[in-house]
């Protein structure tokens, strides 16, 4: 019996170096991270004087320290940023502006809940990369675990403050519609707590 392998047999691909694969997850963030920041301070532009304006503006030079903190990062692990990922990664935020909000032109409420959500799924990202990074610095001295340590609970706030940003954008775009619904079942006009969702 022929036990003998073709050579293609014997051959199985090579698997990926760590270094490659850590690499190419860091520069996803670093784009990800980009069109988080570009979202933010336009949403912080967009309501600046408004009663949201302070939290969204404090949001936004959160997550633009946190991408700094990333650079710094990679700087450490000698990963160079892949800048095209990160241009490509903000065409993606600017096409994702065009979205059927309900309005062709200017903003409507749904705007305000639809890139809060996005906000919030990217902060959600955001922690999970530093958890990864957490387990990178267990084994590697050149990350600092405590700074990545403050970073996850700084991603933990952000995103209790953007839930409770979300939850009131949505009860302000699709509450008043319920209420009007209630209203008119009641045979009542402008009663209730519709005043309180202005």
């Given at each position: 019996m022929n036990t003998r392998r073709s050579g293609s047999q014997s051959r199985s691909?090579?698997?990926?170096?760590p270094r490659r694969l850590l690499a190419i997850y860091l520069n996803d963030h670093l784009a990800g991270a980009s069109s988080g920041v570009a979202l933010s301070r336009r949403m912080a532009r967009t309501h600046r004087g408004?009663?949201?304006?302070p939290a969204l503006a404090e949001l936004a030079g959160q997550i633009a320290?946190?991408?700094?903190s990333l650079r710094e990062f990679m700087t450490a692990l000698d990963v160079p940023a892949q800048w095209s990922r990160v241009v490509v990664g903000r065409l993606a935020e600017k096409t994702g502006r065009i979205?059927?909000?309900?309005?062709?032109?200017?903003?409507?409420?749904l705007s305000d809940v639809l890139e809060l959500e996005v906000?919030?799924?990217?902060?959600?990202?955001?922690?999970?990369?530093?958890r990864?990074?957490?387990t990178v610095a267990n084994a590697d001295p050149r990350l600092?675990?405590?700074?990545?340590?403050?970073?996850?609970?700084?991603?933990r706030r952000q995103a209790d403050v953007l839930e409770e940003l979300r939850v009131r954008a949505a009860r302000n775009a699709f509450a008043p519609a319920a209420?009007?619904?209630?209203?008119?079942?009641?045979?009542?006009?402008g009663t209730g707590t519709a005043a309180t969702h202005g």
């Amino acid at each position: 019996m022929n036990t003998r392998r073709s050579g293609s047999q014997s051959r199985s691909p090579a698997a990926p170096h760590p270094r490659r694969l850590l690499a190419i997850y860091l520069n996803d963030h670093l784009a990800g991270a980009s069109s988080g920041v570009a979202l933010s301070r336009r949403m912080a532009r967009t309501h600046r004087g408004r009663a949201v304006g302070p939290a969204l503006a404090e949001l936004a030079g959160q997550i633009a320290a946190d991408r700094e903190s990333l650079r710094e990062f990679m700087t450490a692990l000698d990963v160079p940023a892949q800048w095209s990922r990160v241009v490509v990664g903000r065409l993606a935020e600017k096409t994702g502006r065009i979205k059927l909000n309900g309005r062709l032109v200017r903003r409507s409420p749904l705007s305000d809940v639809l890139e809060l959500e996005v906000m919030r799924l990217g902060v959600e990202g955001k922690a999970s990369l530093w958890r990864s990074l957490r387990t990178v610095a267990n084994a590697d001295p050149r990350l600092d675990g405590a700074a990545v340590d403050r970073l996850l609970d700084r991603a933990r706030r952000q995103a209790d403050v953007l839930e409770e940003l979300r939850v009131r954008a949505a009860r302000n775009a699709f509450a008043p519609a319920a209420e009007a619904r209630a209203d008119r079942g009641t045979g009542t006009v402008g009663t209730g707590t519709a005043a309180t969702h202005g």
